[in-house]
């Protein structure tokens, strides 16, 4: 079945420090779409990317979509202690279901 | 965005008994709804997926006797785990969505601990 790796499992970062997490699918995606889940929270969508090479903004988080549409990346600059929180890619290919990547922890130091 | 309500936010039962989790759309019709157990290492497995007024459509290794789910109306969704035991304690979580939005809108989840 199609499989959606995520690295890195965690990332600890110095305040003002960019961060980048990557994920990777087994097969071809029709969409990806990216969440954000604070600690003791529930995931939230933050953006869906569908175009190949889409790359799109959110002040300061950059998410792109790699051109054969099986990879993606979520950077975020200069982060903030408001950044933390577990970041889920999810991949839909074709099908109504999306398979989420196993996340990606960030810590921020203060 | 739409609004995806779950139901308890945490249970504590007993190992035997049955615990039932609700999820309910507020403001939109959701047709197709998802439900995820998320593992300590906070990775999302998918259960099962279930559209309005059909049986459930549960993924490898999951035990569809054990995880009922029943998605009767457009708005609301249960899951129904029975004869709980210590190794179901977990968090679940529903999300949901329409025929329109392509993006999951996620319930609360729900803190299940089996004593």
């Known amino acids: 079945g199609q499989q959606v790796m995520q690295i890195p499992q965690y990332q600890h970062v110095q305040e003002g420090e960019d961060f980048t997490t990557y994920c990777n699918s087994s097969t071809t995606l029709s969409n990806i779409q990216w969440y954000k889940q604070r600690p003791g929270g529930h995931p939230v969508f933050l953006i869906q990317?569908?175009?190949?090479?889409e790359v799109k903004k959110q002040k300061r988080l950059t998410f792109q979509f790699g051109e054969a549409k099986k990879n993606s990346s979520l950077h975020i600059t200069a982060t903030q202690t408001t950044d933390v929180g577990t970041y889920f890619c999810?991949?839909?290919?074709?099908?109504?279901?999306?398979?989420f990547g196993k996340g990606t922890k960030l810590s921020v130091i203060p | 965005g739409a609004v995806v309500s779950q139901h308890p936010s945490r249970v504590i039962c007993k190992s035997g008994t049955s615990v039932k989790i609700e999820c309910r759309s507020l403001d939109f019709q959701a047709t197709t709804m998802f439900w995820y157990r998320q593992f300590p290492k906070k990775s999302l497995m998918l259960m099962a997926t279930?559209?309005?007024?059909?049986?459930?459509?549960?993924e490898q290794g999951v035990e569809k006797d054990k995880f009922l789910i029943n998605h009767a109306s457009l708005t609301l969704s249960t899951l129904t785990v029975t004869s709980a035991h210590p190794e179901d304690s977990s968090f679940y979580i529903c999300?949901?969505?329409?025929?329109?939005?392509?993006?999951?809108?996620f319930g609360q989840g729900t803190r299940l601990t089996v004593v």
């Open positions: 999300s949901a969505r329409d025929l329109i939005n392509t993006e999951a809108f």
């Open positions: 999810a991949g839909r290919a074709g099908s109504y279901q999306l398979t």
């Open positions: 990317l569908v175009k190949s090479g």
């Open positions: 279930s559209n309005e007024g059909s049986k459930a459509t549960y």
